[in-house]
């Protein structure tokens, strides 16, 4: 078989960066993992929709420029610009897609599908995404393009608003899942909270904290 019915046979995956950060970061923290792995994939990174509005963490350690994808308040639980951070996000999945699947760093995780009106928006990569998927289950984003086969959590989060949470947690996501949960990450048990809105979750337990972590022969 040529080279090109192999590419037509990988799952074509969003890949959302965490805070501040960006698409090339992410893609840089990823490749820490064996490229085995990637055969089976063909992963796209895109840059939030707004600058970093503040400092980065990564400053001095990769250079900018840095993005975000809404902001919020210092609790969680108020979100500024998620509307229109969602409505960019399905309308790049509908011109570069379709997407087999989703993988969120963090504040990206929480996105998946919001058409109708929220207030406010969000901070992380996998928490982003989590939300996109819950939404589209819902018929309320990406009506038109087919569902998701796959996501992958690296730290996320649930939304902490309950008009965003009886929505897209409202049932179980059935959508095939995997989330990385560190045992040093502060985001230990929120990520572990995300796992409950996915039927029957793939749970892959790291010793490391917030991160991409690096993957053993077992979990590889």
């Given at each position: 078989?040529?080279?090109?019915?192999?590419?037509?046979?990988?799952?074509?995956?969003?890949?959302?960066?965490?805070?501040?950060?960006?698409?090339?970061?992410?893609?840089?923290?990823?490749?820490?993992?064996?490229?085995?792995?990637?055969?089976?994939?063909?992963?796209?990174?895109?840059?939030?929709?707004?600058?970093?509005?503040?400092?980065?963490?990564?400053?001095?350690?990769?250079?900018?420029?840095?993005?975000?994808?809404?902001?919020?308040?210092?609790?969680?639980?108020?979100?500024?610009?998620?509307?229109?951070?969602?409505?960019?996000?399905?309308?790049?999945?509908?011109?570069?897609?379709?997407?087999?699947?989703?993988?969120?760093?963090?504040?990206?995780?929480?996105?998946?599908?919001?058409?109708?009106?929220?207030?406010?928006?969000?901070?992380?990569?996998?928490?982003?995404?989590?939300?996109?998927?819950?939404?589209q289950k819902q018929g309320v984003v990406l009506k038109?393009?087919?569902?998701?086969?796959?996501?992958?959590?690296?730290?996320?989060?649930?939304?902490?608003?309950?008009?965003?949470?009886?929505?897209?947690?409202?049932?179980?996501?059935?959508?095939?899942?995997?989330?990385?949960?560190?045992?040093?990450?502060?985001?230990?048990v929120p990520s572990e909270e995300l796992a409950t809105?996915?039927?029957?979750?793939?749970?892959?337990?790291?010793?490391?904290?917030?991160?991409?972590?690096?993957?053993?022969?077992?979990?590889?």
């Open positions: 078989m040529g080279g090109e019915d192999e590419k037509k046979k990988k799952m074509k995956l969003l890949c959302l960066h965490g805070f501040r950060t960006s698409g090339s970061f992410l893609q840089k923290q990823l490749s820490k993992w064996d490229l085995s792995i990637f055969h089976h994939f063909d992963l796209d990174f895109p840059n939030g929709k707004y600058p970093a509005g503040g400092k980065s963490d990564i400053e001095g350690i990769f250079p900018p420029p840095y993005f975000e994808w809404f902001q919020f308040d210092k609790d969680f639980t108020e979100y500024t610009n998620l509307e229109e951070c969602i409505s960019y996000l399905c309308e790049y999945i509908t011109s570069n897609g379709p997407f087999d699947g989703l993988l969120g760093f963090s504040q990206a995780c929480q996105l998946l599908f919001l058409s109708i009106y929220i207030r406010g928006c969000v901070k992380r990569g996998a928490t982003l995404a989590a939300l996109l998927l819950g939404y038109e393009h087919p569902p998701m086969k796959l996501f992958v959590s690296i730290s996320g989060s649930k939304f902490r608003d309950p008009k965003i949470c009886e929505v897209a947690y409202k049932d179980p996501i059935s959508v095939k899942s995997a989330h990385f949960v560190g045992a040093k990450d502060w985001l230990k809105a996915f039927d029957n979750p793939l749970i892959i337990n790291h010793l490391q904290g917030h991160t991409v972590p690096r993957l053993g022969k077992e979990t590889r």
